[in-house]
């Protein structure tokens, strides 16, 4: 047998299984996007356009705009706190870091659903909070906290910002340190340098992790079920509402596949921006050799 | 990096003690009232551990732990070993398509409830009696795709020359794969192993879609999602203590057998 040939054989139980368990049931609910839902809350199946044209109501458009407000917003705090992170672990001690690499990560190794309670236990009436206000000689009503959009986003943020963490300290890890001193040498200011030198150098981490927290936070239902106030914060919501309360499957399927829509947009541009950052770096390194 | 002025060294200590403290107060937070002795979820009395003990008597915990415990097993014996043979399958060949790359990612990307409602939809559309076995089916697709990822990453450095060595030498494909190929990229299957393990048994939400109505399939994470929604009690802090114990163990375990592939 031939190389090719064996290889195709290894991978077909796996293909298999991804095709009838994910690709066709996938292609289902697009296909069932294009349906009607029946009277009785079935499937009538007659071509209709309309659970599209039912994505851009204003209503469920702004529920679309207020995910994608949560999303970006849970993405630039995590980008900018796991920077720092990764930026203080790749300064640290070579021996140290990755103890510190492997305790930023630990906790993403936990249950969500329990991470995103951990929030809950904090963040309620009598939670810590309250009481270290309350210690702290606060004595009005406890602060709402939970059930709000900042809790939701501290939950994405808490959830994901080990991952951001990670695909930022391997660019920072790998920096050249005689690069950050040539340029000090020429005269640039430490904020100049990590400006000009540093942030650049480092774009496909960041772009890594924020597209990595923006996906999943875009897509989330257990944070906003959990920590959000609102019954459909977010997209996740309304799917999951529209398949198990309201039974309209052919709507739910047509959020489902906006959302897909979404995230392979994100996942597109950051990938033509990480070719053409490769591209430029290549050119460059070629001016520099040439 | 080039060396630090005491003041920018000091900075960068607290931004790190900051972000730890961020991450771990509110797991230690859990732990800590797990082991209250009040009947307030949330404030602390006294040290007790009653809420293990409670725990041990609650037959709805311990049936989903059960149920739990069997998605995860079979579903990960099931991955490890299509997941495994689709790594050596594309490595193989060592020129792949996108397509395909993309179509092993997906599992990883997809957001859950996506795959949860496509799943349902599939499963109602065959007139599947929905249970155990439909979580498992479901939880083998992303599962398989993460095992798959681990052990392709062992074969990058992979020197397939002594694959045809062996070949050359009379050995049969599967003496070739259990002698040189499997001692190779072992740690790496355990690793996947581990990592589908604990995947699954944290998975919520294709599980809740998958499972049907009814209590007999109820699984772990959505006993304690209920448990949450439907009336928080001092029980759950101690359910969450021994869930996360489990996972950071396994996970902690996965890592040391393959180490460094996680944080590449």
């Known amino acids: 047998m031939t190389q090719p040939s064996r290889s195709s054989l290894l991978m077909v139980p796996a293909l298999a299984w991804l095709t009838a368990l994910m690709v066709v049931p996938c292609a289902l609910v697009l296909a069932l996007a294009f349906f009607r839902r029946g009277i009785y809350g079935g499937i009538e199946y007659t071509f209709t ?49 990755p103890v510190f690499l492997f305790f930023a990560v630990l906790p993403f190794w936990s249950n969500y659903l329990i991470r995103t309670y951990a929030w809950i236990v904090l963040l309620n009436r009598e939670g810590l909070i309250t009481q270290l206000l309350r210690w702290l000689g606060y004595t009005g009503e406890p602060p709402s906290m939970l059930y709000t959009e900042g809790a939701v986003i501290a939950g994405l943020v808490y959830n994901y910002l080990p991952f951001v963490i990670l695909a930022c ?30 942030l650049p150098l480092t774009v496909p981490g960041i772009a890594a ?82 | 990096m080039a060396e630090r002025s005491p003041a920018t060294r000091r900075m960068l200590w607290l931004a790190l003690s900051l972000v730890f403290a961020f991450l771990y107060i509110p797991i230690a937070v859990l732990v800590a009232l797990s082991f209250n002795q009040g009947g307030l979820p949330t404030v602390w009395s006294g040290f007790s551990l009653k809420w293990y003990a409670s725990l041990a008597g609650n037959s709805a915990i311990l049936s989903a732990a059960l149920n739990t415990l069997i998605v995860a097993l079979v579903s990960t014996a099931i991955a490890t070993l299509l997941g495994t043979l ?32 496509a799943l349902l939809s599939f499963f109602s559309m065959l007139d599947f009696t929905l249970g155990l076995h439909t979580i498992i089916l479901a939880h083998v697709v992303f599962n398989l795709a993460f ?25 049969s494909a599967l003496t070739t794969f259990r002698r040189v190929t499997l001692p190779v990229i072992l740690p790496a299957v355990v690793a996947g192993a581990l990592l589908a393990f604990t995947l699954s048994v944290d998975e919520f939400i294709i599980a809740f879609f998958t499972s049907g109505a009814g209590r007999a399939s109820t699984t772990l994470p959505m006993q304690i999602y209920s448990m949450i929604r439907f009336g928080i009690t001092p029980e759950i802090n101690a359910l969450a203590t021994i869930v ?10 996965s890592q040391r057998l393959n180490r460094g592939v996680i944080g590449q």
């Open chain 1, 49 to 97: 356009l309309e659970n599209f044209g039912l994505v851009f109501d204003p209503l469920y458009a702004g529920i679309f705009l207020n995910s994608a407000r949560i999303a970006g917003t849970a993405t630039l705090i995590a980008v900018v706190i796991g920077y720092a992170a990764a930026y203080a672990i790749a300064a640290a001690p070579r021996r140290w870091q």
């Open chain 1, 169 to 198: 300290y391997a660019p920072l890890s790998r920096l050249n340190p005689e690069l950050a001193e040539a340029s000090r040498d020429l005269g640039a200011s430490a904020m100049t340098t990590f400006r000009r030198v540093i």
């Open chain 1, 209 to 290: 992790g924020a597209v990595f927290v923006f996906v999943l936070s875009i897509g989330n239902f257990v944070t906003p079920a959990l920590l959000g106030g609102g019954r459909f914060q977010m997209i996740g919501n309304l799917v999951y509402d529209q398949f198990l309360t309201a039974n309209d499957w052919p709507f739910g399927a047509a959020l489902a596949m906006a959302l897909i829509a979404i995230m392979l947009l994100v996942l597109t541009a950051q990938a033509l921006a990480a070719d053409r950052a490769s591209g430029r770096i290549a050119e460059a390194k070629g001016r520099v050799n040439g």
């Open chain 2, 86 to 117: 689709l790594a050596i399958g594309v490595e193989m060949r060592r020129q792949y398509g996108r397509g395909l790359e993309a179509l092993i990612f997906a599992p990883m990307i997809i957001p859950d409830i996506v795959l949860a409602i």
């Open chain 2, 147 to 171: 095992v798959c990822s681990v052990v392709r990453a062992r074969l990058k450095s992979f020197d397939w020359s002594i694959v045809e060595a062996s070949a050359d030498l009379g050995a």
């Open chain 2, 244 to 253: 996360m114990a489990v996972s950071i163990t396994a996970l902690t375990l």
